[in-house]
């Protein structure tokens, strides 16, 4: 297994490497890709933008799936959590390592594809050295290296994922030290004034877990009350009873209108004090490499339009997997447990097999 590219094993800058099918991330579903495709023996490498599952890095600590252990497990290695609950992110991250030694994965970490040119013969891959991956806080200040290789490859699996930028506010004081548009470290939150901004699950866990870690926390949703149809069914009540209890403030059909250190002015009039801001209204994809291969992209969420058999784009030899199919959801459908079918669907159509996915599969894909 080589996680990180060692210096032996590293490529030449500005040499250019040919292979047949280039599989771009290394997510859970970029992970169990690799695993079939390797079983598979075809011919391939595996490129990531920071560290092996590094989506899940940029989670609060501790932070919990939603799904329970077995849908997430992938590529048929167990994920045994000692309390038999939902996995943590910790779990998890550790759980992929294990995946990528059992299969002995070779994926080239801290590379990120930057450019991808179709060609007659098929594509040009341009890679720079990334120091984390496409996500995060720290992807906000991301400023491209130097150029490192150039890579040919017939066939490119863009397994991206679909959680890339937040989605900004453009409002006066977005920028600030005390604003984030990620939870990190609830510890940091203790007996502080925190306001968070959002309505759906991240924003009302956040909720519950900066008020149990001794915040005083008030939020703010646009909507009227809390959809019990889009938060969790074990977050749902526990919010509902803190807000009944006054344990967190809820200012219900508001928006922020500008931050300063001190305090945030809602558009409803009020002037909420706050030593920090969280900004949790959810992500967009980074969308640039469909652009450059002219994916064509379709509906509110602009997802690329794919053939659902084979996975495979309008760009003939170019597939998509995992969350990436959903381009910026607005309503979750896509989540691991719904796109280990994908695998199913890449492997056979690279070995000009059709799969025999079930209609189950397919609807559950599309529910
Ligand atoms: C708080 C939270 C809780 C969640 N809970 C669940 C849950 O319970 N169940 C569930 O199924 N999902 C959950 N999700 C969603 C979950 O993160 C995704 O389902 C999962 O990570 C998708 O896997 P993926 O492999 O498709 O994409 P990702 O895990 O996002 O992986 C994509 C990878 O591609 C890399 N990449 C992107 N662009 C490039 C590039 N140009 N070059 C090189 N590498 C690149 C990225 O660095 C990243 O590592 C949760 C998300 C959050 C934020």
Avoid: C
Avoid at 6 to 15: A, L, M, V
Avoid at 200 to 217: D, M, T
Wanted: avoid cysteine.
């Amino acid at each position: 297994m080589h996680i990180i590219p060692h210096e032996e094993t590293k490529p030449k800058r500005f040499t250019m490497r040919t292979t047949d099918i280039v599989i771009i991330g290394a997510g859970p579903i970029g992970i169990e890709l690799a695993a079939a495709i390797n079983q598979a023996n075809l011919e391939y490498l595996h490129l990531e933008a920071g560290q092996i599952g590094s989506t899940m890095q940029w989670w609060a600590p501790g932070t919990k799936y939603f799904s329970s252990p077995e849908r997430i497990a992938i590529a048929g290695v167990p994920l045994i959590v000692a309390d038999q609950d939902k996995a943590t992110r910790e779990n998890y991250l550790d759980y992929l390592l294990a995946v990528v030694g059992t299969y002995q994965l070779d994926i080239e970490t801290y590379t990120r594809v930057t450019k991808v040119e179709k060609q007659p013969d098929g594509f040009a891959l341009t890679t720079t050295r990334s120091f984390h991956g496409v996500g995060g806080p720290e992807e906000l200040g991301y400023t491209p290296t130097q150029t490192t290789e150039t890579i040919k490859a017939k066939r490119i699996i863009l397994a991206i994922g679909d959680m890339h930028t937040p989605r900004m506010l453009d409002i006066p004081g977005e920028d600030l030290p005390h604003v984030a548009h990620y939870l990190g470290e609830v510890h940091q939150y203790a007996n502080q004034r925190v306001l968070i901004v959002g309505g759906k699950n991240s924003a009302v866990e956040a909720g519950i877990r900066l008020f149990r870690a001794g915040a005083h926390v008030t939020m703010s949703y646009r909507g009227n009350a809390f959809d019990p149809d889009r938060i969790k069914y074990w977050l749902y009540p526990e919010i509902e009873y803190l807000i009944k209890k006054n344990k967190i403030a809820f200012i219900p059909n508001s928006t922020v209108e500008s931050i300063n250190e001190r305090a945030a002015k809602l558009n409803t009039g009020d002037s909420i004090p706050a030593d920090f801001v969280l900004l949790l209204t959810g992500y967009e994809q980074d969308q640039s490499l469909f652009h450059q291969l002219g994916i064509k992209l379709v509906g509110e969420d602009r997802k690329p339009k794919l053939n659902l058999k084979t996975m495979e784009t309008n760009i003939p030899n170019v597939y998509v997997a995992g969350t990436a199919v959903a381009g910026s959801q607005t309503r979750t459908k896509v989540f691991i447990e719904t796109a280990h079918i994908h695998t199913d669907r890449i492997v056979a159509a690279l070995q000009n097999r059709v799969s025999d996915a079930t209609p189950e599969d397919y609807w559950l894909e599309e529910s």
